[in-house]
């Protein structure tokens, strides 16, 4: 008797299990903010000085009131991302590469800006209670996130009643923008525009027919591979197979196999770059020996090309990153000197971090406006329309334009292939 | 003695409960009995090239699985309770592994025909046995001290109470795992001749299949250890002992039998064990961070149960079981792989309704109940 409920208990214990391991695996607990360096060498503002030309005591007449900054406080950022937990550097990264940017901003009216980037696990609970933290904070005045898909859809009606205006470096679920959001903004592209260009190339460039489109069940790789393979079959093309694998596992073998035996010219993958890696790497040895392999931003960076090593050549990846440029090599070596890490190691969305957070300061040094008394106010209302309002903003990711419903990437994706160990532009 | 928390009410033989648990369980199992005839014989979906991919992962898998749920069983064995820190276990032996082969990899060995070799290639078998010693080693000694800090002050605690100390320290141990070597993944760098993918080609049907030189030293090594790890328990002086606390811990410090340095013991066994699964895991799948014992510590408890938890036998056969079940169930069902787990778990499911002490059954007395 006692031993047919130590199993049944035993049953509950791994059913849960599970279940907790199916999702993120991260706990929501809350991370230290971090400081804003402010060691590191202030870069000359290039945008024009804030007019610094109201009177004494500065009225405030924004439609949902303003931020007001005492003297001594620092303007806030925020940022929510998975900053432990089995996706940490995710949050890492991007935090880090925002961070540049805030020192690159430098002050502004002596007034510095900080990044304060919270632990949100990834998951939509923890986004909400992010969300919650940064809305009750006076000081916060914009959201350089969240990071995660189903985060940051927690979070937006959040910020849209508090009127903070959001920035989102890689959350990329199409419906984000859907909802008709005021303060949602993105520079990283999406995953329908991403998906349609991504079997356009397949199709026309790469002249393949029969591909098969595996995901990782997640917001952001489900909604990509099922546009992709939606795409694809309209423009002629077979979808020989649409599976989903269970994300974190170390063997994927047995479905490479079932793969194989359909023979597909491609494998589109929807995910990210720790099950990708895993998938390369088996690939050959389940028997897709001629099947190429196309991943989506979530795959492209150095941890990719590191750790497929020989197994990777020859795979696709797509990015937002264009050829280097001054800006961006110039941010590359401070990203290097800071954290002793390449930038795009740790995750693909370095760079989009940067442009996120530049865009945002970019907006608030915009409509900030110095009270004769010594505070700095800034519009809330004025600042959602500013950041919404972006127009031909450089960015190292391009230029950065946001249209009407807060889709700011105006440069498409870019496809690279790994050839001897470098992601080098693929052939348009 | 046997003790209950239910009060003893005799009942019928054949309640009604019993037997539409029966009539379900028959008729799901002539649906698979159906399924598997329709996919081999009636309508095949894959060539017999895939199902034997399908089957040589399964088998590989399945023997690291084993390997777990030994050190699970050989724990439930004696303390009665589940170590559910055994997966964490596994990542330090996994990282022990990692870094023997990264210091190895620096030292230079060069010969006259190549200068530029370093020790891992020079001396590959060498090099794998350093790895494992230090693996099993650094397992070994986290499960003794885990069973220090985390388990001997509740010795005498209700059964809950080690379980809950056994999770907290589970999840203690990954995040010290983060903590010390960061949360990137990482790549096991193996020894060429052992590299991972290569293997013997075999022409099966239509298609060529590789059985990794990898999956190979895995099976050879899991099955020397489970041999080995047999005689042991069986034959010599301490396996009698640790059957004895088994059996009756009273009686058996009475008979002079140190008790919690026999249970000290176990728990250094059972760390090698798992150390050997993650040195093994990294070899043949590469990766290793600080959450990669989780998953498999999971199914190997499911293993463990699966084939009879306490028994040896049972989690061999039991880890086996599971690991052939994941890969080949779902291309039997025709169902996606991401449901491999509901297959496996409806399984385990089923064998408990027919045997709900598993398939080998629990060979140590009811009297420790």
């Known amino acids: 008797m006692f031993k047919r409920l130590l199993f049944v208990t035993s049953l509950l214990v791994v059913a849960s299990m599970l279940l907790a391991a199916c999702g993120s695996a991260a706990t929501p607990t809350t991370a230290p ?21 109201a009177p004494a005591a500065y009225e405030c007449k924004d439609a949902i009131g303003c931020a007001v900054i005492k003297p001594g406080e620092t303007i806030k950022i925020g940022m929510g991302a998975p900053m432990t937990g089995d996706n940490a550097q995710f949050g890492v990264d991007i935090s880090q590469g925002q961070k540049i940017a805030v020192s690159d901003a430098g002050d502004l009216n002596g007034f510095k800006f900080e990044l304060v980037a919270e632990d949100d696990g990834g998951t939509a609970e923890g986004g909400a209670a992010v969300a919650n933290k940064f809305v009750s904070d006076p000081t916060v005045v914009a959201i350089a996130g969240h990071i995660f898909s189903g985060a940051t859809g927690a979070a937006i009606p959040i910020y849209e009643k508090a009127g903070l205006p959001m920035m989102s470096p890689s959350a990329t679920n199409p419906a984000l923008t859907a909802s008709g959001s005021k303060v949602f903004n993105r520079v990283v592209f999406t995953d329908a525009a991403q998906g349609k260009f991504a079997a356009t190339y397949m199709f026309n460039t790469l002249k393949v027919t029969k591909i098969a489109v595996l995901h990782d069940g997640s917001t952001y790789g489900q909604g990509l591979a099922q546009v992709t393979n939606d795409e694809f079959t309209k423009l002629g093309g077979e979808v020989l197979a649409f599976q989903a694998i269970t994300p974190g596992e170390s063997d994927y073998s047995s479905i490479l196999a079932s793969l194989a035996s359909k023979n597909p010219e491609v494998l589109y993958f929807g995910g990210y770059v720790a099950e990708a890696v895993v998938l390369v790497n088996q690939m050959k040895a389940a028997g897709l020996t001629n099947t190429i392999f196309f991943g989506d931003d979530g795959t492209y960076g150095q941890d990719f090309l590191d750790r497929t090593a020989a197994n990777g050549e020859g795979s696709y990846s797509t990015s937002l990153i264009p050829a280097s440029t001054p800006a961006k090599d110039k941010f590359d070596a401070a990203y290097l000197a800071a954290y002793q890490t390449p930038p795009g190691k740790l995750s693909p969305y370095t760079w989009t971090a940067y442009d996120s957070a530049a865009v945002l300061i970019a907006a608030v040094k915009s409509v900030a406006v110095l009270g004769g008394d010594g505070n700095l106010y800034i519009p809330r209302q004025a600042l959602i329309d500013a950041v919404r309002g972006t127009k031909d903003y450089q960015g190292l990711s391009g230029l950065i334009s946001c249209d009407a419903v807060g889709e700011c990437s105006s440069s498409g994706p870019t496809f690279y292939v790994d050839k001897g160990g470098k992601w080098e532009a693929a052939a348009k | 003695m046997t003790v209950s928390i239910t009060p003893q009410v005799h009942r019928s033989k054949f309640g009604v409960y019993q037997v539409v648990q029966t009539i379900l369980g028959v008729l799901f199992s002539i649906y698979l009995l159906w ?26 898998l399945g023997s690291v699985y084993a390997l777990i749920a030994i050190g699970y069983t050989l724990v439930y064995g004696i303390l009665f ?48 046995f350093f790895a494992f010693v230090i693996g099993m080693a650094l397992a070994a000694l986290s499960g003794y001290f885990l069973e220090q800090i985390a388990y001997r002050p509740l010795r ?38 052992l590299s991972r993918g290569a293997g013997w080609n075999i022409k099966i049907g239509a298609g060529i299949v590789t059985v990794p030189y990898t999956g190979i030293l895995t099976l050879v090594l899991t099955l020397i250890i489970l041999v080995s790890l047999y005689l042991l328990v069986q034959k010599s002086r301490m396996g009698r002992a640790m059957r004895a606390v088994a059996e009756n811990k009273t009686s058996a410090s009475l008979m002079g039998i140190d008790v919690d340095g026999i249970i000290s013991r176990t728990f250094l066994l059972s760390g090698a064990l798992a150390g050997a699964a993650g040195v093994m895991w990294g070899i043949h ?16 408890f499911t293993a463990a149960v699966l084939g009879g938890i306490g028994n040896l036998p049972g989690a061999m056969l039991g880890g086996l079981f599971l690991g052939l ?10 169902i996606d792989f991401q449901l491999k787990d509901v297959i496996a778990f409806t399984i385990l499911v089923l064998v408990l309704i027919f045997r709900p002490t598993g398939i080998l059954g629990e060979v140590l007395s009811e009297d420790k109940v």
């Not at chain 2, 399924?35 to 590989?60: E, K, L």
């Not at chain 2, 590469?286 to 498999?296: A, H, S």
């Open chain 2, 325 to 334: 079940v994941e890969s080949l169930g779902p291309g039997i069902m025709g």
């Open chain 2, 285 to 300: 799948l590469g990766l290793v961070y600080y959450f990669v014992g989780f998953i498999p510590g999971i199914k190997a």
């Open chain 1, 33 to 53: 903010a971090v400081e804003a360096p402010t060691s590191a060498p202030a870069v000359a503002a290039t945008e024009a000085p804030a007019q610094a030309t």
């Open chain 2, 156 to 193: 005498g605690a209700p059964r809950l109470v080690p379980l809950i100390s056994a999770v907290g320290a589970s999840i203690f141990l990954q995040n010290a795992g983060q903590l010390l070597f960061g949360s990137q993944r990482r790549d096991y760098t193996n020894p060429v001749i």
């Open chain 2, 81 to 128: 309770m589940i170590n559910f820190a055994h997966g964490e276990i596994m990542m330090i032996g996994a990282f022990g592994g990692y870094f023997v082969f990264e210091a190895l990899k620096n030292i230079p060995a060069p010969t006259a025909l190549e200068p530029n070799l370093n020790f891992l290639n020079a001396h590959p078998i060498i090099s794998v």
């Open chain 2, 35 to 60: 399924r598997i005839y329709d996919v081999f014989f009636g309508h095949p979906s894959y060539g017999p090239d895939t199902w034997a991919r399908f089957a040589i992962s399964g088998i590989i």
